[in-house]
């Protein structure tokens, strides 16, 4: 069964560098599925950033898009999330998550547990 | 702004069935067929109930089930119980490369 579980610094600074790594065990990052990030800021709903699949191909929000790059780091099975000159209304939980078959991108059924990242001085 | 529009909140009492809608600004919903649901308790990662519009991951209750007419995706759920009090999100593909969700809906059983 796939776990997955995020990792990475959990206070940011405004227009620092948001970095986080989401850990796989059981299933390989080489096998054919999407992998995704998904935040949900305090109180508010959810907002894909983006997806990832293990070609490399990348599709992110556009309204992100400019701030956001994911990635792979197969050797560690990992996938991480990088987003740019942070404000606080990139404070959030930031899930990473996967998709429940091969080449789907739309609908995930494996989460983290999910990160609380705060953007403050 | 979400281009995906759910009601704020829905409620039922223990055995009723109620529904929740998901409505599309655009032709999204109308065009495709990948429409996901979810289900949210607090402080828990989402846990999806429907993808395909009308199909339930294994383990997932036959009592969750969606369904799609025009533009309008709907999530369905019969013999209500306490611990399907929980917030709700719809999910659809907005063209080829991007994901929305809807604002989610807040279910109460009474």
């Known amino acids: 069964q796939v776990q997955l579980q995020e990792s990475g610094p959990r206070l940011v600074k405004p227009s620092e560098t948001l970095s986080l790594t989401c850990n796989v065990s059981?299933?390989?990052?080489?096998?054919?599925?999407?992998w995704a990030w998904i935040r949900q800021p305090p109180g508010k709903g959810l907002a894909w950033i983006g997806s990832?699949?293990?070609?490399?191909?990348?599709y992110y929000n556009p309204s992100l898009k400019s701030r956001v790059t994911i990635s792979f780091d197969t050797s560690k099975n990992q996938f991480s999330l990088k987003l740019d000159s942070v404000t606080a209304a990139d404070t959030a939980v930031y899930y990473c998550?996967?998709?429940?078959?091969?080449?789907?991108?739309?609908?995930?059924?494996?989460w983290g547990q999910g990160a609380l990242v705060t953007v403050s001085a | 702004q979400s281009a995906l529009t759910q009601p704020a909140s829905v409620s039922g009492s223990p055995g009723q069935s109620i529904t929740i809608s998901c409505t599309a600004t655009s032709s999204d919903v109308g065009d495709n067929n990948y429409v996901s649901w979810y289900q949210q308790h607090p402080d828990k990662a989402p846990k999806l109930l429907i993808y395909d519009g009308v199909i339930r991951p294994s383990g997932v209750s036959g009592r969750f089930s969606g369904s799609k007419s025009g533009n309008t995706a709907s999530l369905t759920i019969s013999g209500l119980q306490a611990d399907d009090e929980a917030h709700y999100y719809c999910s659809s593909s907005v063209n080829s490369h991007s994901l929305d969700f809807g604002g989610g809906t807040k279910l109460t059983v009474l």
């Open positions: 059981g299933s390989s990052l080489s096998s054919g599925y999407f």
């Open positions: 990832i699949y293990h070609s490399g191909t990348t």
């Open positions: 998550a996967r998709a429940p078959r091969f080449f789907d991108w739309f609908s995930y059924d494996s």
